[in-house]
């Protein structure tokens, strides 16, 4: 057994993990360890702190961690004061040295799970974790993985590497799967306040790790394994992405009928039973929807099974931003007489969502892509993000100020985010012609020139 056990010594003088980390969790005398402090990995330490509990953060990036030992935020969505606060708490501390793996009892996994340059699923920096945690593994700890991906990778690979250390699952050390459902930038709900879904490796990992999260989170919820609780997440990103592509091509059907497809939502919406209200866009973004949906993809495929469902949905998603740079073409010459080619263009919004800072996947990046393909003089104006470096642009883009004068300059704006800080009213009034994918022009009263839906 390993140096730095503190089992307790039950019946017989035997020492059970089990036991030893039960009564820790029940006396709250537990630390837990988040590996990866990133859009989940910090707000899941301010929960835990927040609740009581003791928090050791781990992240490769050192400056990051430097940042949060000092009380300051990398994270739009995280303001400084709650990391302040944190650390005014006395109960967290980061740290980049991974040898210090062994000294919390609770490990909780929050590193990024993206797609590989052909689509399928990249679990470098789930199993480089792993490979880090076996080197310093101990009887008696929980590790639990919160990145997202296909049923099986608990069991498949995080044990698989964890039990070269000599340690067995259910017996000296614990596993589970617990799925993150972070929404950043959504006000009504926060870590603490959303129901976590827990599935660990037999009834005891389950047990144990639904006692921790419900330290700090109301509503915990257990799964009967860890694979279950993978394709929990799974089915709930899946759901979005299907339903989105629904609404995208009905969008497309209804806009060619005349029909405005954001008031059918809103009237559909009416229905109290059996709909649920999905919008339009000018595509998927974020690294979760465009990307998990793959990973049940790749791990179908081991069955022999396709996932039409899934392809088809993403691809309705990603000819989303063709379909936007149509659009304005078709706009431009049918109302001011004027070709896509060599006209100026603001792209307005590039964050995948509203009031955040986040361009990650964003469809916004494929609108002036395929804007810029047209021959079109693209500029870009997003309040939260002054500068884009995309490698899907070819590098950096500034984004230019909003000042009212400038916007009367260009012969169209295209609006793909519609963050809550924009005066819609003073670009209608400013710009002859704007393509709204995001209903954001709704309010506007009067337009100098003419907006067109897409
Ligand atoms: N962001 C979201 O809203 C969200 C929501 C649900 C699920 N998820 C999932 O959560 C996981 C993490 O996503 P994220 O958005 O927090 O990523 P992120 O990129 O914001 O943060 C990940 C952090 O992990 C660190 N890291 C990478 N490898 C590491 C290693 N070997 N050891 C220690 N630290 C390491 C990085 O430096 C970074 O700080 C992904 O699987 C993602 O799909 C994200």
Not at 48 to 56: C, D
Not at 140 to 149: F, I
Not at 360 to 389: C, G, K, M, N, T
């Amino acid at each position: 057994m390993h140096k730095g056990a503190q089992l307790q010594v039950v019946e017989g003088g035997a020492c059970d993990p089990y036991a030893a980390l039960k009564a820790k969790v029940e006396t709250q005398q537990i630390t837990i360890g988040v590996i990866g402090l990133g859009y989940v990995g910090l707000p899941l330490s301010i929960a835990a702190v927040r609740g009581g509990v003791s928090v050791l953060g781990f992240d490769i990036a050192k400056s990051r961690v430097d940042m949060l030992n000092q009380g300051g935020s990398f994270l739009k969505t995280i303001g400084a004061e709650a990391v302040q606060g944190m650390v005014d708490s006395g109960r967290f501390e980061a740290t980049a040295t991974m040898a210090r793996l062994s000294e919390p009892d609770i490990l909780i996994i929050c590193v990024p799970t993206p797609l590989s340059r052909n689509r399928e699923p990249d679990l470098t920096h789930v199993r480089t974790t792993a490979e880090t945690i076996a080197q310093h593994l101990r009887p008696g700890q929980l590790v639990c993985l919160e990145s997202t991906t296909y049923p099986g990778t608990t069991d498949e690979v995080i044990r698989t590497i964890l039990e070269r250390s000599g340690l067995r699952s259910g017996e000296d050390f614990f596993l589970a799967y617990s799925p993150e459902r972070e929404d950043p930038g959504n006000l009504r709900f926060s870590t603490g306040t959303i129901p976590k879904v827990v599935g660990g490796q037999g009834e005891r990992a389950t047990e144990l790790a639904t006692a921790v999260y419900s330290l700090f989170i109301d509503k915990v919820v257990p799964a009967s394994s860890e694979r279950v609780a993978e394709a929990v997440k799974l089915t709930e990103n899946i759901f979005r992405s299907v339903n989105i592509a629904l609404v995208n091509e009905l969008k497309v059907i209804f806009g060619q009928m005349g029909i405005d497809v954001w008031e059918v939502i809103e009237a559909a919406k009416t229905k109290p039973f059996g709909y649920m209200p999905f919008y339009p866009g000018p595509g998927l973004g974020g690294h979760c929807i465009p990307v998990d949906p793959f990973y049940l993809t790749w791990k179908a495929r081991e069955y022999g099974i396709s996932t039409r469902f899934i392809e088809l949905a993403g691809e309705i998603n990603r000819a989303m931003p063709a379909h936007v740079a149509q659009a304005t073409a078709d706009a431009l010459n049918r109302h001011l007489a004027r070709a896509l080619n060599g006209a100026r263009v603001l792209v307005v919004g590039v964050a995948y969502k509203r009031d955040i800072d986040d361009w990650r996947e964003s469809p916004a990046l494929d609108v002036i892509r395929h804007l810029r393909a047209a021959q079109a003089r693209v500029d870009y104006h997003d309040p939260h993000i002054p500068v884009l470096d995309a490698e899907a642009l070819g590098g950096k883009m500034q984004g230019v100020a909003w000042d009212l004068a400038a916007l009367a300059a260009y012969d169209a704006a295209v609006v793909c985010t519609d963050h809550s800080d924009i005066d819609w009213q003073a670009l209608a009034n400013a710009v002859p012609l704007v393509i709204d994918t995001r209903n954001a022009l709704a309010g506007v009263e009067a337009a100098r020139g003419v907006v067109v839906k897409a």
